[in-house]
Antibody, heavy 123, light 109 residues
Framework: QVTLRESGPALVKPTQTLTLTCTFSGFSLSTSGMCVSWIRQPPGKALEWLARIDWDDDKYYSTSLKTRLKISKDTSKNQVVLTMTDMDPVDTATYYC???????????????WGQGTLVTVSS | QSALTQPASVSGSPGQSITISCTGTSSDVGSYNLVSWYQQHPGKAPKVMIYEVSKRPSGVSDRFSGSKSGNTASLTISGLQAEDEADYYCCSYAGSVYVFGTGTKVTVL
């Protein structure tokens, strides 16, 4: 059974850097074809894709946020870490991690998702 | 990359069928058969209902079906049930990035 769980601070101040950890089980990010993404959802608003990291350490970022994001993995700990710099109140959201499903080399759907962690940006 | 466009709300009576549209561009929906749909109940994480336009994951009811024509994908829920009341989001691969839809609230009357 594949499970993912997000952890990190519930509250950060404006201009600070946010660090979130996704701890997963049921698969290994050293296995070919495995990928993990981060996705966020501001309260009452739509989902927004943030970043993806692959088994071979390829990384992909949202075009609008790529200057502020960094994704990394620790295969030995079954963890994926997302850092987001220069946090602003508009970054207040529930942050989810999810495994990416794929076939024939195309990785396109998110399943399963973690429960999410709410991050509030406020002074 | 702009969000895919979905109707804000769709409603139907139990037993009816409803369809949710998801309109993108030739850079996302129109270029790839890599559209997925997610169901989200209040306070819960999203759950995949359809992937690669029309494929259903194991355990998802066959009342859910997906299709695509040009730059628009669609999710149809047939035999609407009370438990289908939720928010629904489409998502498209767009060449190393992913774009989600604006979301649709489905209400069962």
């Amino acid at each position: 059974q594949v499970t993912l769980r997000e952890s990190g601070p519930a509250l950060v101040k404006p201009t600070q850097t946010l660090t979130l950890t996704c701890t997963f089980s049921g698969f290994s990010l050293s296995t070919s074809g495995m990928c993990v993404s981060w996705i966020r959802q501001p309260p009452g608003k739509a989902l927004e894709w943030l970043a993806r990291i692959d088994w071979d350490d390829d990384k992909y970022y949202s075009t609008s946020l790529k200057t502020r994001l960094k994704i990394s993995k620790d295969t030995s700990k079954n963890q994926v870490v997302l850092t987001m710099t220069d946090m602003d109140p508009v970054d207040t959201a529930t942050y989810y991690c999810a495994r990416i499903g794929g076939s024939s080399g195309w990785y396109s759907w998110f399943d399963p998702w973690g429960q999410g962690t709410l991050v509030t940006v406020s002074s | 990359q702009s969000a895919l466009t979905q109707p804000a709300s769709v409603s139907g009576s139990p037993g009816q069928s409803i369809t949710i549209s998801c309109t993108g561009t030739s850079s996302d929906v129109g270029s790839y058969n890599l559209v997925s749909w997610y169901q989200q109940h209040p306070g819960k994480a999203p759950k995949v209902m359809i992937y690669e336009v029309s494929k259903r994951p194991s355990g998802v009811s066959d009342r859910f079906s997906g299709s695509k024509s040009g730059n628009t994908a669609s999710l149809t829920i047939s035999g609407l049930q009370a438990e289908d009341e939720a928010d629904y989001y489409c998502c498209s691969y767009a060449g190393s990035v992913y774009v989600f839809g604006t979301g649709t609230k489905v209400t069962v009357l």
